[in-house]
């Protein structure tokens, strides 16, 4: 076994080596075209980008600082004083970074508290279920719910079954497409079943099957409809309470939860620049959400994003690569359960929003970057395929049709500001999504080097480039 230093050193000396060889690749087949530099607008920036490259993968920095934040203040649901103590630390860490104008816009946040909660199975047989109460759900009393559990596969067996659902407790076990389709049990699930009649609603988890694990997320009750208790249990005790009731055995649960509201917490976004050298009020933003679940550490969602993007900028720093314009990284609050930090950015630069020339949101987990999601129009379409074109030696040159990012999408569609989104291997982050093992070592130090090396060079070009994204190109 390797010690973790000697991997990330064995890592890095590898990779080092396979950058060497391309770059002299490249160069050679430059050469060998008779290409003078300055031929296209894009030459100037081959070498700072890889000079961003080099200074990128030199360091485990992000994945370190990672572990730092997720080891010392944990998950960071907003309203803890956690997740205070980790802006705290996020600011005196910029301020130490050496970056500029670093500060914190004050947001009020949701302050939801999950309390002491369970859920057991009565009948066929006395076992606990692995539970975790939903996101902005009520609590029960303290005896909590016992009933008949009712087992539907989708809303039109719930509808089917009418009148069988009053009182029960409504189990969603529906298979797990994709997050987009699937989450709307998630979202909806509770108050179609309190329509019903419907005593509580146990959801089989919206991610991958993982190794008996709750998932936890938001639900939004509709004003019309009672509200309900609502948590996420595993999928292989969903399967069971199903076969239960496809055998025709009455299943009884209870469940208790002490989920509660408190009033409203005041948080804040963090905001670190490099300020522009030619149009310091041009901005260029990078960002992830410092907020997570009450469980795990937030390290996947979306700790490691916010380090990626702030490393990006560091390493910008470090290299006394000062763009024309500024970029900004945000590290907003209140993603999870409220969305208020974005909409609190919007509000307080909306006289600014005009000068945004891109923003850019990493919030798909840090893994192995492979491009960008953009939504843009077609010039700059066009200019981020060719800047993409630099990070081909690293992998991560892909373009996607759509870009964007749950914290930056008011103020993308109130200044209609061209908006990208990191790209990565996202194979596995739907099985650690919103659970108790969301954990740092579910990321790789070098994955997310690569990351700010991609995320680096992305936004330098944009910064600096002549031309603003996606204007009249008489570059
Ligand atoms: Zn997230």
Known sequence: MLSKSCRHAYWLTAFGRILAITAVALTTSWAAAGAPAGETWLDPYREPASRIIGG??????????????????????????QLENAILWALDSMKKDGLENVHAEKVMVPHWVRGAESAEVIRPVSRP??????????????EGIEAETLVVRNFDELEAAGERVRGRIV???VPYVSYGR??????????????????????RSVGLAGLRTPHTGALSYAERDPKIP?????????????????????????????????????????VGELRGREK?????VLSGHLDSWDVGAGAVDDGGGCLVTWTALKVL????????????????????????????????????????????????????????GLSANDRARTTVREIAGLLDAIGASK??????????????????IPSLSLEVDGSRYFLYHHTPADTVDKLNPMDMALGVAAVGVMSYVIADMPVRLGHDAGR
């Open 56 to 81: 990128a993968l030199a360091s485990t920095l992000a994945w370190d600082r990672l572990a730092e934040l997720t080891d010392s203040f944990g998950p960071r649901l907003s309203g803890s004083p």
């Open 182 to 203: 699937t989450v709307e049990y998630r979202a909806s699930g509770a108050s179609r079943a309190a329509r019903l009649g419907a005593s509580a609603v146990l959801l």
């Open 317 to 372: 720093k470090d290299l006394s690569l000062r763009p024309r314009r500024t970029i900004r990284v945000v590290l907003f609050t209140n993603e999870e359960n409220g969305l208020r930090g974005g909409l609190a950015y919007r509000d307080a630069h909306k006289n600014e929003l005009a000068n945004h020339v891109m923003m850019l949101e990493s919030d798909s987990g840090a893994f192995r970057p492979l491009g960008f």
């Open 399 to 416: 373009i996607e049709p759509d870009g964007g990012g749950a914290d930056i999408s008011p103020s993308v569609r109130a200044g209609r």
């Open 171 to 173: 189990v969603y076990n």
């Open 280 to 284: 310091p009020d041009e901005v260029v």
């Open 129 to 142: 279920l692995v539970m975790l109460g939903l996101g902005g759900s009520i609590g029960t009393d303290e």
């Open 230 to 270: 609502a948590a996420a249990i595993s999928l292989e005790d969903a399967e069971m309470l199903q076969r239960c009731q496809d055998r025709g055995q009455v299943a009884v649960v209870r469940l208790r939860m002490g989920a509660h509201f408190l009033e409203d917490a005041e948080s804040a976004n963090v």
